[in-house]
């Protein structure tokens, strides 16, 4: 793998974390209650799935969850996940400038990160796709290179979700409790409103 293959790598996991998503939703919320770390943590944690995807997408192994049932399961999972999460949301208070984040948090925010991206169908739709993404950018090859491969790829999206959590830690000084009412409300909102039409699209799939 050369270095203009490498670039694209890293370009494309940069392309990949970019895009707001439930994961965005997530770390923005945890981040608001929790500062930098916390919104880190979260993006930390969904580079675990992303990297199980990308290896089952390299090494030829994508038939596993390509199965019907096996994405049936995982969405159903997800959609179960997304509910936690959302009732999570209706309960948070904005925090005081006395309470410290505790280290319990930050690992709920980083198990979070993994459980959404593990379970979340969408993503991986773009996994089962990734040869064709590859074969566009120029990458004829990856499989023979993975651990490079990988590595720049989530270096990409590593480095969004830094730039990302900066972007929250900085913007969490004027969240008052309306506001953090209002973006725990809305969070609350895409995650349910993601997990029933994940539900509604397993149902749909199964009757049709």
Do not use: K
């Amino acid at each position: 793998m050369n270095v203009t293959e490498l670039f694209i790598a890293f370009a494309l996991g940069i392309a990949f974390a970019a895009p707001p998503g439930i994961v965005t939703v997530e770390s923005i919320r945890r981040g608001v209650v929790g500062g930098f770390w916390s919104a880190l943590a979260v993006g930390a944690g969904s580079l675990i799935g992303d990297a199980f995807y990308a290896t089952l997408a390299l090494s030829g192994l994508a038939t596993v969850v390509e199965h019907p049932r096996a994405q049936w399961a995982i969405g159903a999972v997800g959609g179960v996940v997304l509910c936690v999460l959302a009732r999570s949301a209706l309960r948070a208070e904005l925090p005081t400038a006395s309470d410290a984040v505790s280290a319990n948090e930050r690992r709920n925010a980083f198990l979070a990160g993994v459980a959404l991206s593990l379970t979340n169908p969408w993503a991986i739709a773009f996994w089962l796709g990734f040869g064709g993404v590859l074969l566009s950018a120029g990458i004829r090859e990856p499989e023979r290179d993975v651990v490079r491969f990988l590595f720049a790829f989530l270096a990409g999206a590593a480095l969004w979700g830094v730039v990302l959590s900066g972007l929250i830690a900085w913007g969490r000084r004027y969240v008052g409790a309306r506001l953090f009412r209002f973006v725990s409300l809305l969070s609350a909102m895409i995650f349910f409103g993601t997990a029933f039409y994940t539900w509604w699209s397993i149902i749909r799939r199964m009757v049709l």
